[in-house]
């Protein structure tokens, strides 16, 4: 499957932004779809997952109560909505998609799309 992230852009302090991830050559219903971040000299960060159905979602503390992850399996299209963005949020946002596990580590995902850069000015 390949994947497709765009949205980003540059956003104050307190505003939002929502992500789009579209995925393309694959079943997308059949896979479980996250987001991760990574900033500059920092490591990747997982955001938010959710399972193939979208009944399931679990979220890093960081994002807990701001970000919300949901999916349109009939659009083939994840999607992160960001509130209340702090210049911490600044990164590059990067989905992924697996088959077999709704995981928080990076290494466990099969698929990736190419980043789009989220900054938030203070």
């Known amino acids: 499957v390949q994947l497709q992230a765009y949205g980003g852009g540059l956003v104050q302090a307190g505003g939002s932004r929502r992500l789009s991830c579209a995925a393309s050559?694959?079943?997308?219903?059949?896979?479980?779809m996250a987001w991760f971040r990574q900033a500059p000299g920092k490591e990747q960060e997982f955001v938010a997952a959710?399972?193939?159905?979208?009944?399931?979602?679990v979220y890093a503390d960081s994002v807990k109560g701001r970000f919300t992850i949901s999916r349109d399996n009939a659009k083939n299209t994840v999607y992160l909505e960001m509130n209340n963005l702090k210049p911490e949020d600044t990164a590059v946002y990067s989905c992924?998609?697996?088959?077999?596990?709704?995981?928080?580590?990076?290494?466990?995902?099969?698929?990736w799309g190419q980043g789009t850069q989220v900054t938030v000015s203070s």
């Open positions: 992924a998609a697996d088959s077999s596990t709704l995981s928080r580590v990076p290494t466990r995902y099969d698929y």
């Open positions: 050559g694959g079943t997308f219903s059949m896979y479980l």
């Open positions: 959710i399972s193939r159905s979208g009944d399931l979602t």
